[in-house]
């Protein structure tokens, strides 16, 4: 899996149409708020042009892309933390999740109700996150609760603890999402535990018109401006292209997209956004029987990468055979790459990067 990615909005934004385009998986849409009434899950390959380049040098039986996980999350509203629209067992499902891909509705359309009667970026944004934060407040009180019992008992890592969590409660009450403050190696452990909200990384979509995808708006504007505060992404998408790019064939989606006057699909630039965002890269696996691409996170280690194709490869690692994807692109082969001296014998301390292509050699215990 390359990554999970929950998305989140306010009833009626576009969500379940983006979500429906992006997986096909058919979660129900409606005209109304709460069309989506369990949580949805699907499962897309990463698109990647440097399989086709890998399958013509390896003429593989098989290619397989890494994959992306994309959560759809019925729309909250205003009082979700406490019970209000469907309450807060959608957002346990944002718990779950490696990131948040917040959609906010940047297009005007009488004939789909907007859930409070205007368009309002600034407003729509503050509402979730409002409800984020009380959500995350009320957690960190159950769990103050419990540190105060040990502090009673003369534990002074429950008061370090205790500390702590009173600092985060009183950012998130002073509007100051987590997410936005640098921890240290002991509180960053104690956030693992707590499974927080606002501490998930975030990258806004804006859903725009089919007229304003190239251009954008305002609305599109205003996102960038509370993304540029937050160091976070903004990433602009039509819910309706995007939905006539899912049912159409795949010859016909490069004429589409010209005469939409874009280069790519927004699902592209979703993934991209998505990589940055959490820090992952690719690698790959080639050879004869398949040529696979693998998702880890930048920095990982030779011996945990293998371990994403299987445990036994880990636990017996003996090293990393190594090729750069712009060698093999250039020179032809595997054996023209070996021949020029740029095959590489990696060991355990060595780090993944962008666009290897790898062989393991390991022991069978």
């Known amino acids: 899996m390359g990554f999970n990615c929950g998305i989140v909005g306010l009833p009626n934004v576009g969500k379940s149409t983006i979500f429906n385009a992006l ?31 890998l399958s013509e040098i390896f003429r593989p039986e098989t290619v397989t892309p890494t994959t992306m996980e994309f959560v ?47 368009v309002d970026p600034r407003r729509d944004i503050e509402i979730i996150e409002i409800e984020l934060a009380l959500a995350d407040i009320e957690t960190i009180n159950k769990r103050i609760q419990r540190v105060e019992k040990q502090i009673k008992t003369g534990d002074r890592n429950a008061k370090t603890e205790g500390d702590f969590l009173a600092m985060l409660r009183k950012q998130l009450s002073e509007g100051k999402l987590l997410r936005w403050l640098n921890y240290s190696a002991e509180g960053q452990k104690i956030l693992n535990e707590l499974h927080l909200l606002t501490t998930k990384p ?10 304003e995808m190239a251009g954008g708006n305002d609305y599109v504007r205003q996102i960038g401006d509370i993304a540029a505060k937050e160091g976070a992404m903004v990433v602009t998408i039509c819910g309706k292209i995007e939905d006539e790019l899912s049912t159409m064939p795949l010859e016909e989606h490069e004429a589409f997209l010209a005469e939409m006057g874009l280069s790519e699909p ?100």
């Not at 975030?202 to 007229?211: F, M, P």
Request: hydrophobic share 40%.
């Open 23 to 53: 997986t096909s998986a058919g979660a129900q849409v409606a005209n109304y708020p709460f069309c989506t009434i369990d949580q949805n899950v699907g499962v897309v390959a990463v698109p990647d042009t440097r399989l086709k380049r």
């Open 72 to 118: 759809d999350i019925a729309g909250l509203v205003k009082g979700a933390s406490t019970g209000e629209g469907l309450g807060n067992k959608f957002l346990g499902h944002i718990r779950e999740v490696d990131a948040i891909a917040h959609v906010v509705r940047c297009f005007e359309e009488p004939d789909v109700v907007h859930i409070y009667s205007n």
């Open 202 to 211: 975030v990258l806004y979509v804006a859903n725009v018109s089919e007229e």
């Open 266 to 365: 927004g699902l592209f630039k979703l993934i991209r956004a998505g990589y940055t965002l959490l820090d992952l890269i690719t690698f790959f696996t080639a050879g004869e029987r398949e040529v696979r691409a693998w998702t880890v996170l930048k920095g990982t280690k030779a011996p945990q990468a293998a371990g994403k194709i299987h445990s036994d490869i880990e636990r017996g690692f003996i090293r990393a055979e190594v090729m750069s994807l712009n060698d093999l692109d250039t020179l032809g082969s595997p054996h023209a790459v070996k021949e020029k001296g740029l095959l590489r014998l990696e060991g355990k301390e060595y780090v993944i990067q962008e666009g290897d292509v790898i062989y393991f050699r390991f022991h069978v215990s």
